[in-house]
């Protein structure tokens, strides 16, 4: 169990953690609030309040009347928020690396050395970026007095977030947004909602003015889908499953509205019989029990060629033996039962190859 600092003990003591919506931290319309549990024991990590269908309009509003002066920035102005709040997520590295690990269940070394510097990379990066770019270019037409190409921003972004790098992801989606002047409306998943409650604390602190950044953990139906919907919402970002994705096009087409899918996959590799196979069997294989094998983009499915498909298993078997590290199921309904593992020995016969731990605790040979 990971010894948590003073500020993560302080921050999951409030009964409930709020979200955050136009500057200032609420409870919602109705007082609704959800238990964010601890994959590792079952333990409950934080009450946290759950944003409803009118807490998500409000905060759409208030995201849209910031829009109207956030766009008039100047680019230096943005690029010196996104790095004050870089630092901010620098010197808290800890806490937020914490609250991943105990939120999604992923060893603490994998948050610290992932989620969080490639997050801080990100917003450094685009407030660069930010400064550089030259967001009205003139074009040479004959005949024209004056033409330009112009880069402006959309307006209120709404952002869907899943539970598995849930910081990491979040700042990949908002620091670009941010940085061309869009205002965000973000919604973590509702359960793994604390690295990104506690970044609206680290933005708030580094003086985004309100409405620019709003978080609202909620279910989908009172949140996510308000996005899809909402006029004053100009452009929607969704990454999740490809079930879910397809209710989104839907909607988002029929209002007319931009939408981003980032849908769960099944990445392949082809192995030949020319192939270091020792080399591809341990890549493989740490791509595929990298984050669990919860990443949309490794490579999960692999196409080998026959002559050497029992090598391929074996090596990449050998490659994990003892020395993988997980952490705990992000919810305990996923966690592999025995009966199911035993499903699958018996499809699979003598292909399958399993190491487990608590729950099935045996190498097949």
């Known amino acids: 169990m990971i010894e948590t600092t003073a500020k993560v003990k302080s921050f999951l003591g409030q009964t409930p953690v709020?979200?955050?919506?136009?500057?200032?931290?609420?409870?919602?319309i109705r007082g609704k609030s959800v238990l964010v549990e601890n994959p590792a024991d079952k333990s409950i990590l934080a009450q946290v309040s759950e944003a409803q269908g009118k807490d998500t309009e409000r905060a759409i509003e208030a995201a849209y009347a910031a829009f109207q002066f956030w766009q008039d920035t100047t680019a230096i102005e943005r690029a010196q928020l996104l790095r004050a709040l870089a630092d901010l997520c620098e010197r808290d590295a800890e806490?937020?690396?914490?609250?991943?690990?105990?939120?999604?269940?992923?060893?603490?070394?994998?948050?610290r050395g992932f989620d969080v510097p490639f997050g801080i990379e990100c917003l450094r990066y685009y407030a660069d970026l930010c400064e550089q770019e030259d967001f009205e270019k003139p074009l040479d037409l004959a005949g024209m007095k004056r033409a330009a190409s112009l880069r402006l921003p959309y307006g209120v972004v709404g952002f869907i977030f899943p539970w598995n790098f849930p910081l990491a992801l979040c700042l990949w989606g908002i620091a670009p947004a941010l940085a061309a002047g869009n205002t965000v409306v973000i919604k973590p998943s509702e359960v793994t909602p604390l690295s990104t409650l506690y970044l609206a604390k680290l933005a708030d602190e580094a003086g985004f003015p309100a409405g620019v950044i709003n978080v609202l953990p909620g279910e989908g139906p009172e949140v996510g889908a308000v996005f899809t919907r909402h006029p004053k919402v100009r452009f929607v970002s969704f990454?999740?499953?490809?079930?879910v994705g397809r209710l989104i096009a839907e909607s988002c087409g029929a209002n007319l509205k931009?939408?981003?899918?980032e849908l769960g996959g099944k990445?392949?590799?082809?192995i030949c019989n020319d192939a270091d196979i020792s080399a591809a069997a341990v890549g493989l294989a740490g791509a595929i029990t990298l984050n669990t094998g919860q990443v949309c983009c490794t490579a999960t499915r692999w196409v080998v060629q026959e002559s050497i498909a029992s090598d391929i298993a074996h090596l990449a078997v050998a490659a994990n033996a003892g020395q993988l590290k997980v952490g705990s199921f992000a919810r305990s309904e996923r966690m592999v039962k025995w009966n199911e593992v035993l499903r699958i020995e018996q499809k699979l016969g003598s292909r399958a190859k399993f190491i487990g731990g608590e729950i099935y605790q045996r190498i097949f040979s």
Request: no cysteine; proline share 7%; aromatic share 8%.
């Open 18 to 28: 709020p979200f955050y919506s136009d500057g200032a931290w609420l409870t919602g």
């Open 258 to 261: 931009p939408v981003k899918l």
């Open 267 to 270: 990445g392949a590799s082809v």
């Open 239 to 243: 990454t999740g499953s490809s079930r």
């Open 95 to 111: 806490e937020l690396a914490q609250l991943g690990s105990l939120d999604v269940g992923k060893p603490v070394e994998n948050a």
